[in-house]
């Protein structure tokens, strides 16, 4: 059975940092790319950061600079270091998991971060 299991999400002040974790189980992980992604209320899923197998990552814009996504193909892990937020960020983070090859993608289920005074 695959399972992303996120954590690490909460409520934090403006300017303050928080480091999200996502362990996957039940996969080839080097096999996957694996991605942040975000849904604030009332809004579409929107991408934050992508990390290839290799460890190569690319971010949105909106959060270069401020986050670094990294992964550990060992430990079937990738996390997402944020700082300097902002309540924009404010959001469900999902990670995700997108095959090299063939198969079906799988989300986690989500951690709440919500930035705010």
């Known amino acids: 059975q695959v399972q992303l299991v996120e954590s690490g999400g909460g409520l934090v002040q403006p300017g303050g940092s928080l480091r999200l974790s996502c362990s996957a189980s039940?996969?080839?992980?080097?096999?996957?790319?694996m991605g942040w992604y975000r849904q604030a209320p009332g809004k579409q899923r929107e991408l934050v950061a992508t990390?290839?197998?290799?460890?190569?990552?690319n971010y949105a814009d909106s959060v270069k600079g401020r986050f670094t996504m990294s992964r550990d193909n060992a430990k079937n892990t990738v996390d997402l270091q944020m700082g300097s937020l902002k309540p924009e960020d404010t959001a469900v983070y999902y990670c995700?998991?997108?095959?090299?090859?063939?198969?079906?993608?799988?989300w986690g289920q989500g951690t709440q971060v919500t930035v705010s005074s």
């Open positions: 995700k998991a997108t095959p090299l090859s063939w198969g079906p993608t799988y």
């Open positions: 039940g996969i080839f992980f080097s096999g996957y790319r």
């Open positions: 990390s290839t197998t290799g460890g190569g990552t």
